[in-house]
């Protein structure tokens, strides 16, 4: 059976940084690509990152620059690293590999 779990989210002050990471179970992590995807209120969701098992990476423009995917495979894991967090950064976080999606982590940007 195929799990993702994401963690790390939290409620953080504008401009700090946090680190999501989305750990893999039941499926053969190394092969397939990961993407992270986010779903503020009101909205639908989005696409913010993709790496591939080779490691090449896409952003979307509103967090070019200021996100960093990245994947240790040793791990299972990927992980979303957050910079210069703005209150529009405010969104649920999901990954997503193959046809599976991670249940969310909350990421709360407020002053």
């Known amino acids: 059976q195929v799990s993702l779990v994401a963690s790390g989210g939290g409620l953080v002050r504008p401009g700090v940084s946090l680190r999501l990471s989305c750990t893999a179970s039941?499926?053969?992590?190394?092969?397939?690509?990961v993407g992270w995807y986010r779903q503020a209120p009101g909205k639908q969701r989005e696409l913010v990152a993709t790496?591939?098992?080779?490691?090449?990476?896409v952003y979307e423009d509103v967090v070019k620059g200021r996100f960093t995917i990245s994947r240790d495979n040793a791990k299972s894991t990927a992980y979303l690293e957050m910079n210069s967090l703005t209150p529009e950064d405010t969104a649920v976080y999901y990954c997503?590999?193959?046809?599976?999606w991670g249940k969310g982590t909350l990421v709360t940007v407020s002053s």
């Open positions: 790496i591939t098992s080779g490691g090449s990476t």
């Open positions: 997503h590999m193959l046809d599976y």
């Open positions: 039941g499926i053969n992590f190394r092969v397939y690509g």
